[in-house]
């Protein structure tokens, strides 16, 4: 069973940046492509950036120039360096598989998140 951990996230000032980690469970992590995904408050949860098994990167246009998604598949980790924050990036920030991993229930399984609020 997968497990995913996430970390780093915090209070940011706009303009600030974060580094967001996030720790995979399983032997197959190296031939997935990887997300994080956010979710704010009263909005659906959106995927923000990906990094193929490959190392090829998407982002959202929301994000895109600011973000940088990078994975290391000796330590089953993917990060989210996150610069030039502003308010709107406030959410709750989660990795997961793209598309994202569901149980044998196909019910889909998310970590725990890490809040990341951008506020002066």
């Known amino acids: 069973q997968v497990q995913l951990v996430e970390s780093g996230g915090g209070l940011v000032q706009p303009g600030g940046s974060l580094r967001l980690s996030c720790a995979a469970s399983?032997?197959?992590?190296?031939?997935?492509?990887m997300g994080w995904y956010r979710q704010a408050p009263g909005k659906q949860r959106e995927l923000v950036a990906v990094?193929?098994?490959?190392?090829?990167?998407h982002y959202a246009d929301s994000v895109k120039g600011r973000f940088t998604i990078s994975r290391d598949n000796n330590k089953n980790t993917v990060d989210l360096q996150m610069n030039l924050l502003k308010p709107g990036d406030t959410a709750v920030y989660y990795c997961?598989?793209?598309?994202?991993?569901?149980?044998?229930?196909?019910?889909?399984?998310w970590g725990q998140g890490t809040q990341v609020t951008v506020s002066s």
């Open positions: 399983g032997s197959m992590f190296r031939i997935y492509a």
């Open positions: 990094i193929t098994s490959g190392g090829n990167t």
């Open positions: 997961n598989r793209d598309p994202p991993f569901t149980t044998a229930t196909m019910i889909t399984y």
